[in-house]
Every structure is written in C-alpha cells, then in structure tokens.
C-alpha cells in the first residue's frame, strides 16, 4: 500500500462523513483506544438509512476483526438496508476516512492496513449476494478497468467492477505493469468502454500520453474511457486535457452513464460482425 498525501498526491479524498466525537486528532486517538477495549454499538437502523452511528460502528468493527466487521454490515442488511447502500453509504464513506486518519497520521501503517484488509474481505463476502439480482442492461457489453500500474487493485476499482458485472458488463481488470501492457491489452481485444482508477499524480500523466495510442490502435474505433478514483475527491480539476469522455466518483451513476454514453452512437459491435459486414 503506497501512501502520497499533502503536495505530492492524494490516495484519499475529505472523509464523506463526521463521526460523533473524532473530530479531531485528538479525538480520533481517544476513539481508537476506546475501542480496543471495548465492544461494537451498532445502533438499530430506521428506514433503511444509515446515519454517522453506524459508520462509526463500521470503522470500530474494523479495527478489531473480520468477524466484527461482517456481524456490522449483515446487521445493517437484515434491518433493510439495501446492498448497494452498504457499499456506497457505509463502506465506501468508511474507507475514505480511514484513509484520510492515515494519511493525516493519526493512525499507524499496521493499522490502517489491517482495517481496509477487512473491508476488502468484507466486500469479497458480499460478492456472492451483490451479484444475485444481477440483470442484463448492459446485454454483455465489455470494459476493461485499469488503475495503478505495478499495484494491487484497489478496493474501490473491486467495488465498480462489482456495479459493472451487476448491470450485466462482461469486466476484465487484468494486471497491468506497464503502460505497454495496457497498450497491448487494449489493442489485442474488443472493449466497448475502458474505466480507469486514478489514485495518484503520476497515473494522470502516464494515461495523458496512453489515451490518443489507446484509441488508435483499439479494434473499437468508437471506444469510451471513462474516469474516476480517489484523486479526483481532491483535484478533480487534475484530469482537464485527460482525453476521456465522462468524469465519475460514484460507482452506480459510473455504471447508468457508461451504459447511456456507449448506446448513445450505435456502432457495429464485435458480437455483430460477420462475412457480409466485413468484407
């Protein structure tokens, strides 16, 4: 896990949420130390709303275990509370600000690791139950997600994979370590649209140059990029002259957008060739 906050780049955006009493350093220490001695209070959910309580529970629970952090999130769910809430409203709020305590150093590298380890768990559990109403709106559309190169996937690129596949996109996020590799990806396979997970400095750069070589040698002559990711939370205004065709932050509007802006201009897709189109 790669930390770059203040001048150099930011991984993590102002936390989405104030929780009660961790307003300040000071504060959020106070928190943690309570915490580690004492039990999980999830409040009863009303409406099927989740309110600052219960992202503080959520936070709380991570910093203790996996058990602890599933138990909060079921509870939530069999109070009615809708899946796709749990991942936007409490788990995606959650991570942000733990990213934010870290990067702020209020809390330690082996904390903040160990907690967004279970949030990421937490969301491979979920995968299952997320993806059973899957419908076919999309009718098999393709994207490819890239992020960082050399890095693991980050969770939130997990979780708009997730929204994608939900809405019936064919997803693939392979691995790339070079801007080469995504070069050959995007040039070797048919992709209706291409999302890319910005999370530091030095990706807007890099994809700056990628993008103009990426449409050309694409076999979609009609491809969309789209972008989104954790840096835009701060400096949004970083991707001006990216190249792409839909700047986003929230995983299910990414999902509608990217479906209007690839149905918007119809275009013969891989699916529709044939001898007679082609020759």
């Not at 409040?43 to 996996?66: D, E, I, R, T, Y």
């Not at 999130?73 to 709020?93: C, F, K, N, R």
């Not at 991570?95 to 949030?119: E, K, M, N, P, Y």
Request: proline letters at 4%.
């Amino acid at each position: 896990m790669d930390r770059q906050c203040g001048g150099r780049s930011v991984l993590y955006g102002n936390p989405a949420i104030n929780l009660e009493r961790t307003s300040s350093a000071h504060d959020v220490g106070r928190f943690l130390v309570k915490s580690m001695y004492s039990s999980v209070k999830n409040p009863v959910v009303h409406a099927g709303k989740l309110q600052p309580g219960h992202l503080q529970a959520l936070v709380h629970a991570s910093m203790l275990g996996q058990s602890q952090t599933s138990l909060v999130v079921h509870q939530w769910m069999a109070s009615g509370v809708d899946i796709e809430d749990v991942y936007l409203e409490g788990i995606t709020p959650v991570a942000r600000l733990l990213g934010q305590w870290w990067c702020d150093d209020v809390i330690d590298f082996a904390t903040a690791t160990l907690a967004f380890t279970r949030l990421r768990q937490l969301l491979f559990e979920l995968s299952p139950l997320f993806l059973m109403d899957a419908c076919d709106h999309a009718r098999g559309l393709t994207c490819f997600m890239v992020g960082e190169f050399q890095a693991q996937h980050t969770m939130g690129m997990f979780m708009l994979s997730e929204f994608f596949r939900r809405n019936g996109w064919q997803v693939r996020a392979d691995e790339c370590e070079t801007g080469d590799d995504l070069l050959r990806t995007m040039s070797s396979d048919w992709f209706d649209l291409m999302a890319i997970s910005l999370s530091c400095e030095r990706q807007v750069a890099t994809m700056r140059r990628l993008i103009p070589l990426i449409r050309k040698a694409s076999p979609n002559p009609q491809l969309k990029i789209i972008a989104g990711g954790a840096l835009l939370d701060v400096c949004p205004e970083i991707v001006t002259g990216l190249g792409v065709e839909l700047i986003t932050q929230d995983a299910r509007a990414a999902q509608k957008s990217a479906l209007e802006l690839v149905s918007t201009r119809p275009y013969i897709r891989k699916s529709d060739l044939t001898l007679s189109n082609v020759n």
